[in-house]
């Protein structure tokens, strides 16, 4: 498993962010039973950063808390064995070519964010972070909120 997380905001948090997104990706892909190796991209920017890519990516011209990348395109949600066979015919794009890695997606999260909604709730930054990542998995195990009935079972599993 390989998790690369890159730092790009000048405001720190105060915690080790790293053992926390890592230990929540892990916990995340043996929930799922990610049959594969696979590989997770998080990026730590600033409310300007991430609002940036919302316009670009979604057309919305505001910062939020976390965004994803989702790099396998489910049928249903976690379901390796239905993309099975277009994972053997299409491996150049799903696979990562020099580890064999399942390139699971990407994940941006805002720091102002994480304090700000750690705030905002009444509990720690720890937790926040913990949950944004966890939520943020979920959509690239190809799970979504855009129903009651999707937001349910996304919301019971983060």
Do not use: W
């Not at 799970?143 to 009935?149: G, L, S, V, W």
Request: hydrophobic share 35%; aromatic share 8%; glycine share 4%.
């Amino acid at each position: 498993m390989t998790i690369n997380i890159e730092y790009e905001a000048d405001e720190k948090l105060d915690l080790d962010y790293e053992k926390i997104i890592t230990d929540v990706v892990n916990e995340a892909v043996d929930y799922e039973k990610c049959p594969y190796e696979a590989e997770v991209n998080v990026t730590i920017v600033d409310s300007e950063s991430i609002h940036e890519i919302n316009k670009e990516y979604r057309n919305i011209d505001s910062p939020t808390d976390v965004l994803s990348f989702p790099g396998v395109n489910y049928v249903t949600p976690s379901d390796f064995d239905a993309i099975e066979d277009e994972l053997e015919n299409n491996a150049e794009d799903y696979f990562n070519p020099d580890t064999g890695e399942l390139l699971l997606g990407d994940i941006v999260l805002c720091v102002q964010k994480i304090k700000e909604q750690a705030d905002k709730y009444g509990h720690s930054e720890k937790r926040e972070l913990a949950f944004l990542t966890a939520h943020s998995m979920m959509h690239l195990f190809g799970y979504d909120h855009m129903t009651p009935e999707e937001s349910a079972v996304m919301e019971a599993k983060q």
